[in-house]
């Protein structure tokens, strides 16, 4: 996770965290422009993440919930002030899986990588304060689809689609075979995994994250690692890691469908 020293902390920092945070040294470790993310040096570190009012909500929500199961960062913070939201955890022991301790061993990586999401996908649902993420993500699907928004350039070959046609087939086809009967990280990628060592961490990054279907935590799973090592050489090493008997190669070519609409 990479993170730039800044030499004063920014102006914009609502008031109510000043005692906390004004006097320790503070680092930028932003790494989309939807969102700003701080690194303070202090109590073990702290992040503040900031971004338009009301996108926040559900990331704090479903950190608390991941929390509460140990498998998540503690929520210090929310609220919404200025037009923004203001998000406060406790930083985590370790660093997260794009580091060269574990990208520097991708066999080892990989299996952790599917026996981390296949007890993820293990846990009990009781209490998550989403329900039902597979409706929520086929509207959003489909309401990308209708304004055109297509790009199947950022997904392994082995996903991809050669048109926006022939991908919203397949999902027409397929769709209503998608449950929300599984707990889902949501964004399931390196950079959201924690590891101190070869020891779970955390994860975080977790709003998009809710009760739906595991096939969207394994296409992004797959995706991660031809990403990040360059390669797609483990994809199927990662499915046998999970373990196959949980995996319907239809339902990934669906979500493959679902993703390249954004």
């Known amino acids: 996770m990479k993170k730039t020293r800044l030499t004063n902390i920014p102006k914009d920092i609502p008031e109510r965290l000043l005692p906390l945070l004004s006097e320790a040294p503070v680092w930028d470790s932003s790494c989309s422009p939807e969102a700003r993310v701080l690194f303070f040096e202090?109590?073990?570190?702290?992040?503040?993440?900031?971004?338009?009012?009301?996108?926040?909500?559900?990331?704090?929500?479903?950190?608390?919930?991941?929390?509460?199961?140990?498998?998540?960062?503690?929520?210090?913070?929310?609220?919404?002030?200025?037009?923004?939201?203001?998000?406060?955890?406790?930083?985590?022991?370790g660093e997260d899986l794009t580091h060269e301790f574990y990208t520097s061993d991708p066999k080892r990586l990989s299996d952790t990588l599917a026996e981390r999401l296949r007890l993820l996908h293990e846990c009990s649902t009781v209490g998550c304060p989403v329900s039902d993420h597979t409706s929520e993500y086929l509207a959003r699907?489909?309401?990308?689809?209708?304004?055109?928004?297509?790009?199947?350039?950022?997904?392994?070959?082995?996903?991809?689609?050669?048109?926006?046609?022939?991908?919203w087939e397949v999902l027409e086809k397929n769709r209503h075979l998608l449950k929300s009967d599984t707990l889902?990280?949501?964004?399931?990628?390196?950079?959201?995994?924690?590891?101190?060592?070869?020891?779970?961490?955390?994860?975080?990054?977790?709003?998009?994250?809710?009760?739906?279907?595991?096939?969207?935590?394994?296409?992004?799973?797959?995706?991660?690692?031809?990403?990040?090592l360059h390669t797609d050489a483990y994809r199927n090493r990662f499915f046998d890691a999970y373990g196959r008997d949980r995996i319907d190669e239809e339902l990934l070519r669906t979500v493959a469908a679902a993703e390249v609409f954004g």
């Open 141 to 167: 699907v489909e309401e990308n689809y209708r304004t055109g928004n297509y790009d199947s350039s950022h997904f392994p070959d082995s996903f991809g689609y050669t048109s926006a046609k022939e991908a």
């Open 42 to 93: 202090r109590d073990g570190g702290i992040y503040l993440k900031s971004a338009e009012v009301g996108t926040l909500s559900r990331e704090a929500e479903m950190t608390r919930f991941f929390h509460l199961r140990g498998m998540g960062t503690e929520v210090l913070d929310y609220f919404s002030e200025g037009g923004k939201d203001w998000f406060l955890t406790a930083a985590v022991k």
């Open 184 to 228: 889902l990280h949501g964004d399931y990628c390196l950079p959201n995994v924690m590891y101190n060592g070869w020891e779970f961490s955390s994860f975080i990054d977790v709003g998009n994250g809710g009760i739906g279907d595991r096939h969207v935590d394994l296409f992004w799973g797959a995706w991660t690692l031809s990403f990040n």
